[in-house]
């Protein structure tokens, strides 16, 4: 059963850091594309940053603007998500997913397979 696991949200002041972390079992994880994406109420679900499989290439959404850096670490089945300079429109539910074409680098939401259940990032000004 695969299963992915974010954790690292919190309430945070404008300007503040964080590293969100999304644990993945039951799958061969470097096969897989891991993407962030997050979502705010009453809006879609928004794309903030993809990485291949190897991990060699990654995409972000124009709206982060170089504030997040996406990594992986297939040896401990983790993908990241720093988030600098944080500002209140980042407030969000932030979920990580997992997409089996390893090798895009660009997709759109529908190619994840696996979702996990989110965590919340909550900025103060």
């Known amino acids: 059963q695969v299963r992915l696991e974010e954790s690292g949200g919190g309430l945070v002041q404008a300007g503040a850091s964080l590293r969100l972390s999304c644990a993945a079992s039951?799958?061969?994880?470097?096969?897989?594309?891991m993407g962030w994406y997050r979502q705010s109420p009453g809006k879609e679900r928004e794309f903030v940053a993809r990485?291949?499989?190897?991990?060699?290439?990654?995409h972000y959404s124009d709206s982060v603007d170089g504030r997040f850096t996406i990594s992986r670490d297939n040896a401990k089945n983790t993908v990241y998500l720093q988030v600098d300079s944080l500002k209140p429109e980042d407030t969000a539910v932030y979920y990580c997913?997992?997409?089996?074409?390893?090798?895009?680098?660009?997709?759109?939401?529908?190619?994840?397979?696996?979702w996990g259940q989110g965590t919340q990032v909550t900025v103060s000004s």
């Open positions: 997913g997992a997409d089996p074409r390893g090798p895009l680098i660009q997709a759109t939401l529908t190619g994840y397979a696996y």
């Open positions: 039951g799958l061969t994880f470097s096969n897989y594309a």
């Open positions: 990485i291949t499989g190897s991990g060699r290439s990654t």
